[in-house]
């Protein structure tokens, strides 16, 4: 997928804003969905992941997604902000994430 790093960025940010607002109205807590199939999991699978910069390639990489948006989400939210992660363990499709991985 071809969303350049700057709006790679933006979607972050667009998560922390989400959390914050969920806060403002009053929930204790969100949960951001990073199983099969939805945007932070595209970043994570090397199946749908073929970026060749620093959101793609290595293990490592491929996470940055997802922890960015967790460490920002909590710093704008704070300690006692419920942060749910959903996370896939084992896509069970060829090139997806294994068990190594989780």
């Not at 595209?42 to 948006?69: A, M, V």
């Not at 084992?90 to 989780?102: H, I, K, N, Q």
């Amino acid at each position: 997928f071809g969303l350049p790093g700057f709006m790679v960025q933006r979607v972050i940010q667009s998560y922390e804003r989400c959390a914050l607002l969920a806060q403002e109205a009053g929930y204790d807590g969100v949960e951001i969905m990073g199983s099969e199939g939805y945007l932070i999991n595209q970043f994570i699978s090397t199946r749908t992941n073929k970026r060749t910069d620093e959101w793609g390639g290595s293990y490592e990489n491929r996470i940055r997604f997802p922890l960015e948006i967790i460490r920002r989400v909590r710093r704008a939210c704070g300690p006692n902000f419920i942060i749910i992660y959903r996370l896939s363990m084992l896509d069970l499709v060829e090139g997806g994430s294994s068990w190594a991985e989780a």
